[in-house]
């Protein structure tokens, strides 16, 4: 019986800190208030932030085509698109975040193997990952050197530099690990060639910046479309230093696509640029519907058979 039970205990785990979260954020955050804002929001900010969140699926999906390009795997745009839609519903809808982006490494595994298209599922998050690290380093940085920014408190700007100086380690270190013997000098040596072909080539390199800036540019004002919905004027200052730590959070697998996570940063971030707390709760909240909405052209696809990955569309 234990066995039966246990794949659900986590995805259960999930769900529970996600409503716990949420309800805890309720109460401290005054949750009427933040729903009153929701129900006042001007859905011309919330259609431009569904429409920014949507180009956004777009620009992921071709970087995940340029991607794969490389590591051996060739499909057309609209393939790609259709994939990606779908794995962005279902990591919305399960609990996990990231069984829709392993469906689609899966589905897209006949060219190459399954290695290989892993990798380019992989390496094409964290491409934007990246990219939005560099704009919080950025904003970091800018708002506090330069007069007029925001006003980090001491504990939250030595987390912020500690998990900056943490990703500036990472790929020192993982170049020295492919000098080890065995298994980690392998998957080292893996990672490493695996970026080199798909980031640092010069015949690549210009098309992923662009399209990771533009993928970055793109949450980034959905979130400060949202915010402007819900009565919350964000600063520029706040949009580069601050709605990255906010959407980060979503990257935390303790819940249920960052809901309950991302609430709770927005609510204790956003005051630090004027807002209340009530005002980012509802900012975070209004952000997570317009995702929703805007992956919902997915659930087409899980009706439609997907076709083969090496059909050009």
């Known amino acids: 019986m234990i066995r039966k039970l246990s794949p659900w205990i986590w995805p259960v785990l999930q769900l529970s800190i996600a409503a716990l979260l949420l309800s805890l954020l309720w109460r401290a955050a005054d949750g009427p208030a933040a729903a009153r804002s929701l129900a006042q929001a001007n859905w011309v900010w919330l259609v431009l932030a569904v429409a920014m969140l949507t180009l956004q699926t777009i620009l992921s999906a071709m970087r995940w085509r340029l991607t794969a390009l490389q590591l051996g795997m060739s499909f057309g745009t609209g393939h790609a ?42 390496i094409e998050r964290l491409i934007g990952q990246i990219a939005m690290f560099l704009t919080l380093a950025a904003g970091f940085l800018a ?22 100086l943490t990703g500036l380690l990472l790929p020192p270190l993982v170049l020295a690990a492919t000098r080890f013997q065995g298994v980690t000098g392998r998957g080292a040596s893996a990672i490493s060639t695996a970026l080199r072909k798909t980031l640092a080539d010069r015949k690549v390199l ?45 990257l ?50 899980l009706r439609l058979k997907p076709r083969a990955s090496g059909v050009n569309l």
């Open 252 to 301: 935390i697998p303790i819940s249920v696509s960052g809901w309950g996570l991302r609430e709770g940063a927005a609510a204790a971030l956003l005051p630090l640029a004027g807002a209340t707390a009530s005002g980012g709760l509802a900012s975070s909240v209004a952000f997570g519907l317009c995702f929703i909405v805007a992956v919902l052209p997915g659930v087409i696809f």
């Open 143 to 164: 708002t506090s050197l330069v007069p007029g920014g925001l006003d980090w408190p001491r504990w939250l700007a030595l987390v912020v530099a500690a998990l900056l």
């Open 206 to 250: 210009p098309g992923q910046i662009a399209l990771s800036i533009g993928t970055t540019l793109c949450n980034l004002s959905a979130f400060a479309f949202c915010a402007y919905a819900v009565g919350v004027a964000l600063p520029l200052s706040a949009i580069v230093a601050l709605v990255p730590l906010i959407l980060f959070t979503m």
């Open 81 to 122: 698109i259709r994939e990606y839609y779908l794995a962005q519903v279902i990591n919305q809808s399960l609990p996990g975040g990231m069984i829709g982006d392993a469906g689609r490494a899966y589905r897209a595994r006949e060219q190459a193997g399954l290695l290989a298209s892993g990798q380019a599922v992989v």
